[in-house]
Every structure is written in structure tokens, then in C-alpha cells.
């Protein structure tokens, strides 16, 4: 991604710096007028050439890196650690038991919600088995489920990874002493999938949640019968033991990176005391606030650039995927919450979390424009100008308008091309009076 040039959109905080600039030159020049010298032999004729530069209009603002999903997992019981079976970096699945704690160190309530469970489980299990069809059905639905979570999960294998194991194939005419014959030949390779795969698993995906849908309908058709309100009831108590069971131990919501682990096999916990952070630290974003100013000029899928406080040196991209249109309050001006997906981070690029992010979007394409330093332009009643050197060393005034500031220079447009001269400091034939007295 090309780096954007900023453009500094204040016009009135850039005239006043022109005017700035001015005054200190017209303060230089009084200062060297105050000699026994000519003032018009101490003024230097100072010239520069009008430059076209490529620069494209952005929006600077800041925000907070965050990841999508992130969950901070915090004890639901009090206890002593009895095991810890991830350490940070480790990468989790849905459902993986991170942390436990010992049985005995919790209150006997959830001691004999172990023995519920059991008993719950069982009783269920005997409704759904007292009827032949609705027991086909359960088992039909729970393998319709694998299936499908399967295909999801075999698809999102070929849409991410990039080492993907595959064989090329190849065959090749070669002379031999029994004549011409076909010599075959298999290159085992890694890279990504195919685009006849991921298909391929896109359409497998397709049926496999219409079949997943077709063993529901069936599944809740069969429980609609006699039985089905002491089906749901035996469901509920064993809902309500696995809940209790489950606050023995902290099991990953969702796929995902360990970020921390605060805990070790023999600590003491309290309810709601941190345990352990994880995040899928492949889907990265930053939530930041635009100017309402600015926020007309934003649009979905611009692109953007981000520097983090925590780690200088790193820039990641991204493009905006959202926008607030609901703006608010802060600090007495109106803000509009824009939200930026950021590409996927390289392995072993350290990218912490909260930290401050300095924030770059692109809100239009890279274009040419003519600038010139900040001290060719002039300013009287008429308006703005500069001082054109001809080919003889005359000068013409050209009007112009000034924009944006980049850097020591200043874009302009008017009756200028590029590698025009302009005259930095007009030379002047007043003669300062001598305040030591005297003659010139």
C-alpha cells in the first residue's frame, strides 16, 4: 500500500501560518534594512521551482486495537486449582477445558451436581429411547450436526490456510528401446486450496445444512408428541447440572489464542476473579472516532493505515467495514464512530491489545497537484499571489489559490505549470532610513 501524504485540511490554522511565515521574513528584512547599507543591496533574490507531487486526501484520527471475539473468562465458583492445561500462545478450540478446579475445594452444592448430572442425563436418555422413531431421530440429528460442523469447519480450513497438502500430477511421451510410452510422474506440494475446493466444499456445506435442517424438522415432529413436555423438562435439569458442573472449570467460548493465564495449580480463587483472556487474533479491528467535519467524506472500504503506541515501527492495514451514522459527544464536539477490519498480521508480530492506534484513511485516490514552498506566496488586497521569474529575470504576479500544507510546502492552483520559477522574497528598491544618522 503506497504511504499517504497528510493534507492539512484547517484553511484558516494554514493562512495563519502563511501570515506567520510573512511576518518573520518582513521582520528579517527590517532587521538587515536597519544597516548603513542600501536595503536594496542586502535583499536576496531567492527562487524555487513549482513541483507536481502525488498525494491523496486522508483523515487522521485515533483509537484502541481490539480483536473480534475476545473474552476475559472469570470463575463462577470459589476453589483451589486443581489443574492448568494451557499456557499464553496456545491456540484452543470451542469447548477445550483450559483451567479446573479441585471438586472437593467447592461447595457441596456443585459436588452433587456431578451426581445430578448423571441422574439427569440418564433420565433423558430414557425418554428419547422410549420411542424407536424419536431415539432414530435424536442420533440422526446429533450426526447431522457433526456433519455439518465438519463442512463448516473443512471449508474455513481452505478459505485460511495457505500449506495445504496436494499433489500435482504429470505425465510426459519418452522414447524407449520398446518404443514411445508415457512416463507419469506426482509432485507432493503444499500451497492454497484450489478454487474447484473450495467450491466443491461450498457446495458440500450447502447440503449438509439442508440436511441438518430436514433432522431437525423431523427430530421436533417426533417430540411433538405425548411425551415431548417431559422430554423438555428432563432437558432443562440436565442444562441446569451441566451449568453447575461446568463452573468447575473455565472452557473456551470460541476458537482462539490464549492470551494470558492468571492462574496455577494450587491458587485459591474467588467468584468472578480473571482466569484467563482469549482472543482470535486473526480478526483485528480499531474503533475510532471521526470528526463530523470529516465524516461525509468517509465511506465503506477505504482504505487505512495504523501505527500502535505500544509497538513503533509496525504498520498494519485495513479498510473501513463500518460506520456509525449516530454521532456523539465528546469533549463538546460531534464524533462518529467508524470501525476498521484490519488484515491479517503476520505469525510473531507482537500486537497488543487496548493499545493506542494512530489511525490514517484514505478518503480519496493518489492525484497530482503543483506546490510551492510556503514562503513564495503573498498575500494583499487582491488576494493571494506569487512572483513568476521570465526567462529576462522580469517577474509576474500570478494569483492563486492556496489548499492544503504538506510538509514546508503548500498546494496551489491557478495560472501556474510545473517547473515554473517563483521568487521566494520579492526584492524591493525602499531605502530603510539609517536610525544612526547619516547619509546612504
Known amino acids: 500500500m503506497d504511504t499517504f501524504l497528510i493534507l492539512w485540511k484547517n484553511k484558516k ?34 527562487e524555487a521551482t513549482v513541483v507536481s507531487l502525488d498525494v491523496a486526501e486522508t483523515i487522521e484520527a485515533s483509537g484502541s486495537l481490539e480483536a473480534q471475539p475476545f473474552a476475559s473468562l472469570a470463575w463462577k465458583t470459589d476453589g483451589v486449582v486443581e489443574a492448568v492445561n494451557v499456557q499464553p500462545g496456545d491456540f484452543v478450540k470451542a469447548g477445550d477445558i483450559l483451567v479446573t478446579l479441585d471438586p472437593t475445594s467447592t461447595t457441596a452444592s456443585i459436588v452433587s451436581a456431578q451426581a445430578d448430572l448423571v441422574t439427569a442425563q440418564k433420565d ?57 510410452k508415457y512416463k507419469y510422474t506426482a509432485e507432493n506440494f503444499k500451497g492454497p486450496a484450489p478454487k474447484d475446493w473450495i467450491i466443491e466444499a461450498e457446495n458440500d456445506l450447502a447440503l449438509k445444512k439442508a440436511e441438518l435442517e430436514d433432522a431437525q424438522r423431523e427430530y421436533d415432529r417426533l417430540l411433538a408428541g405425548d411425551t415431548s413436555a417431559d422430554v423438555i423438562a428432563a432437558q432443562a435439569k440436565v442444562d441446569a447440572a451441566q451449568a453447575t458442573v461446568n463452573s468447575l472449570s473455565i472452557i ?62 509496525i504498520t498494519l492495514t485495513g479498510k473501513v467495514a463500518g460506520i456509525n451514522p449516530v454521532g456523539e459527544i465528546v469533549s463538546g464536539l460531534v464524533k462518529y464512530n467508524v470501525r476498521i477490519e484490519l488484515d491479517k498480521v503476520e505469525k510473531g508480530v507482537f500486537v497488543p491489545l487496548g493499545t493506542t492506534t494512530n489511525v490514517v484513511i484514505k478518503v480519496s485516490d493518489t492525484s497530482a497537484i503543483l506546490a510551492v514552498p510556503i514562503t513564495a506566496i503573498q498575500n494583499d488586497n487582491a488576494g493571494e499571489f506569487v512572483w513568476v521569474i521570465q526567462n529576462d529575470g522580469s517577474t509576474v504576479r500570478v494569483d492563486i489559490v492556496s489548499g492544503a500544507i504538506l510538509g514546508d510546502m503548500v498546494s496551489v492552483s491557478g495560472d501556474l505549470h510545473e517547473g515554473d520559477v517563483v521568487s521566494l522574497l520579492r526584492a524591493s528598491s525602499f531605502e530603510a532610513p539609517n536610525p544612526f544618522g547619516g547619509g546612504n
Open 13 to 46: 490554522a494554514r493562512f495563519w501560518g502563511v501570515v506567520v511565515v510573512v511576518v518573520i521574513a518582513a521582520a528579517l528584512f527590517l532587521a538587515r534594512g536597519f544597516t548603513p547599507a542600501n536595503a536594496s543591496d542586502t535583499a536576496v533574490e531567492m
Open 124 to 180: 433423558l436418555e430414557d425418554l428419547l429411547t422410549s420411542g424407536t422413531d424419536l431415539a432414530q431421530a435424536a442420533i440422526d440429528l446429533k450426526e447431522a450436526q457433526e456433519d455439518y460442523d465438519e463442512a463448516v469447519y473443512y471449508l474455513r480450513y481452505l478459505q485460511v490456510d495457505t500449506k495445504i497438502p496436494q499433489t500435482r500430477y504429470g505425465a510426459k511421451l519418452e522414447q524407449t528401446n520398446n518404443g514411445w
Open 252 to 313: 473456551a467460548p470460541f476458537d482462539g489464542e490464549v492470551l494470558s493465564v492468571d492462574d496455577r495449580a494450587g491458587d485459591v480463587v474467588d467468584t468472578g476473579e480473571l482466569s484467563v483472556n482469549l482472543a482470535d487474533m486473526n480478526h483485528l479491528y480499531v474503533k475510532t472516532q471521526v470528526d463530523e467535519s470529516d465524516i461525509a467524506n468517509v465511506k465503506l472500504g477505504n482504505q487505512a493505515e495504523v501505527t500502535l503506541d505500544a509497538v513503533p515501527g
